[in-house]
C-alpha cells in the first residue's frame, strides 16, 4: 500500500498568550518593546496569541499585526471576549480567530505555559500570588523536550534530567540537580545577581538578564561538570563546584 502524500493530524506547541485590556497601540508598542530588551532571547522568532479583554472597536489591528512582525515575533491569531462586530473588524484585517474552546486550550489570568508530552498535551499554570508568597518553585519530574518551564517572579528548582530542546526560564535564580542538555535563563526580569546551579552541564544556552552563551561558546573544562553560572561587570562567568 502506497504512503499517503498529505496526512492530517493534531498536534500542540507552545504559544505565547499576551492579554490586553483597555489598552492603547502606543502602550502595547511600549510595554512589549521593554520586555524584549529585558529578555531578547526568550522572545526569539516565539509565536504568539493575543487575548483580548473590554477593547474599543477602533483599536489598529492592522498596524498591530506589521508592528508584532516588525520586531521579530508572529501573530497566529487573537483569542477571549469579542462581540460579532469585533470579530468582523478583526477578521477584516487578515488575523485569525481563534475559538474559546476549553477541550482544547484553558487560558488563564495569570503565566502560564503549554508543552506536548507524548499522547497529551498539558497546561500548567503558575499563579502570579502563590508565587509572591514563596521563594522558589520545584519541579521533580523528567523536563522532556519541547516543554518550557517559566517562573517569572522567583527561584526554579529541577530536581531531575532537562531533556535537549526543553527551556527553563526564570525572574530569579535556577537549579538543575540532574543532566541539562535544554535551554536555561536566569534573570529574565533584568536582574544581574541572578544564578545558575547545574550538577552537570551540557545546556543548549545559558542565559542571565539578557546576557548568553551558546554550547559553543562554553569552555570544554565546564562540559558534564558541576557549575555555579552568574555575571561578572556584564559578562558570563562560570566556575566549578564540587
Not at 68 to 80: D, Q
Amino acid at each position: 500500500m502506497k504512503d499517503k502524500l498529505i496526512t492530517f493530524k493534531k498536534n500542540n506547541f507552545t504559544v505565547l498568550v499576551i492579554y490586553l485590556n483597555n489598552i492603547t497601540f502606543n502602550c502595547f508598542k511600549k510595554f512589549l518593546l521593554k520586555k524584549i530588551t529585558e529578555s531578547p532571547n526568550f522572545f526569539k522568532d516565539i509565536p504568539i496569541l493575543l487575548h483580548i479583554k473590554r477593547l474599543s472597536c477602533s483599536f489598529d489591528w492592522i498596524n498591530i499585526k506589521r508592528f508584532i512582525l516588525s520586531i521579530g515575533l508572529f501573530l497566529i491569531g487573537i483569542t477571549g471576549y469579542l462581540d460579532k462586530n469585533l470579530k468582523n473588524i478583526i477578521l477584516q484585517s487578515g488575523i485569525t480567530i481563534f475559538p474559546k474552546k476549553k477541550k482544547i486550550c484553558k487560558i488563564y489570568k495569570n503565566n502560564y505555559f503549554t508543552y506536548p508530552n507524548n499522547k497529551k498535551s498539558k497546561t500548567l499554570s503558575i499563579s502570579s500570588k502563590i508565587i509572591e508568597n514563596q521563594k522558589s518553585y520545584l519541579v521533580s519530574s523528567l523536563v522532556r523536550s519541547g516543554q518550557k518551564i517559566y517562573t517569572p517572579n522567583t527561584d526554579l528548582i529541577i530536581t531531575n534530567n532537562v531533556s535537549s530542546g526543553a527551556e527553563l526560564i526564570a525572574g530569579g535564580n535556577v537549579h538543575i540537580y540532574g543532566i541539562m542538555r535544554g535551554r536555561v535563563l536566569a534573570g529574565v526580569n533584568g536582574d544581574v545577581t541572578r544564578k545558575i546551579f547545574c550538577t552537570q552541564l551540557f545546556a543548549e544556552l545559558i542565559a542571565i538578564a539578557g546576557k548568553y552563551w551558546t554550547i559553543e561558546k562554553i569552555p570544554n573544562q565546564f562540559i558534564g561538570k558541576s557549575v555555579e553560572i552568574s555575571l561578572i561587570n556584564k559578562a558570563i562567568y562560570i566556575k566549578r563546584f564540587n
